[in-house]
């Protein structure tokens, strides 16, 4: 069975750091990777995936996120953060056919001025 | 383009009452859909999904049920709510297989309180 674990409950960030949300994966095959992001009280939007090919995907809003086979870890990052980053931010994974995609918990990320 | 309609945004409904969540997809066919409730702002539970017309895999056991009368139309229902059913209520779409990569797109979300 696939999972995918978000090891942090809350990531605070400085405006103007760099960030990094953190997101691990256990699937079977190749898996297909996203990040979606959640403003309050608004649905979730899609930010980027990674099926195949280089491992660096760049995403909405000036995200990207790195695809290490070998750590399993598909962390989302930013160079430089701001205030409006501030959300809640979901991996997750899918294997294939019409099974759901599987979620993290989430990652809340706060972006102080 | 496609896009994904929920309603109503906002229900207050007290202890008992019947439930119905509505939502539909435009601008595809044949699409899987689904419903997901978000507790506190947290992580999601998938509740249903389906992949066609009369087809729902049902993910929970739980006060809830869900159907899918029409091919882009996704209902939540519940006979008799529970405080517990309170929470943020999501549904879903994505492009059915050979076509799908996994990417789900998501309505805005209906926020039901149960008092």
């Known amino acids: 069975a696939q999972s995918v674990a978000q090891p942090e409950d809350q990531v605070n960030v400085a405006e103007g750091n760099p960030l990094t949300v953190k997101c691990t994966y256990s699937?079977?095959?190749?898996?297909?990777l996203f990040w979606y992001v959640q403003y309050p009280n608004r649905g979730l939007q899609f930010l980027l995936k990674?099926?195949?090919?280089?491992?660096l995907v760049k995403g909405s809003y000036g995200f990207e996120a790195e695809f290490n086979k070998s750590q399993t870890s598909f962390h989302l990052k930013k160079p430089s953060a701001l205030v409006s980053d501030s959300a809640l931010y979901f991996c997750?994974?899918?294997?294939?056919?019409?099974?759901?995609?599987?979620f993290g918990k989430g990652t809340r990320l706060s972006v102080i001025a | 383009s496609q896009t994904i309609h929920q309603w109503p945004a906002t229900l207050v409904q007290p202890v008992g009452s019947p439930l119905s969540l509505e939502c539909t997809v435009e601008?595809?066919?044949?699409?899987?859909l689904y419903w997901y409730r978000q507790a506190a702002g947290r992580g999601l539970q998938l509740l249903f999904y389906?992949?066609?017309?009369?087809?729902i895999s049902s993910e929970v056991p739980q006060n809830l049920s869900a159907s899918r009368p029409q091919d882009r139309q996704f209902i939540l229902s519940s006979k008799k709510l529970l405080l517990s059913d309170s929470g943020f209520y999501l549904c879903?779409?994505?492009?059915?297989?050979?076509?799908?990569?996994?990417?789900?797109?998501f309505g805005e979300g209906s926020r039901l309180t149960v008092l």
């Open positions: 879903a779409w994505s492009v059915r297989l050979s076509g799908n990569t996994g990417e789900l797109f």
């Open positions: 699937v079977s095959g190749n898996p297909y």
């Open positions: 990674y099926i195949t090919g280089d491992n």
């Open positions: 997750a994974s899918w294997n294939s056919g019409n099974t759901p995609l599987v």
């Open positions: 601008g595809t066919s044949n699409p899987n």
């Open positions: 389906s992949v066609g017309i009369g087809q």
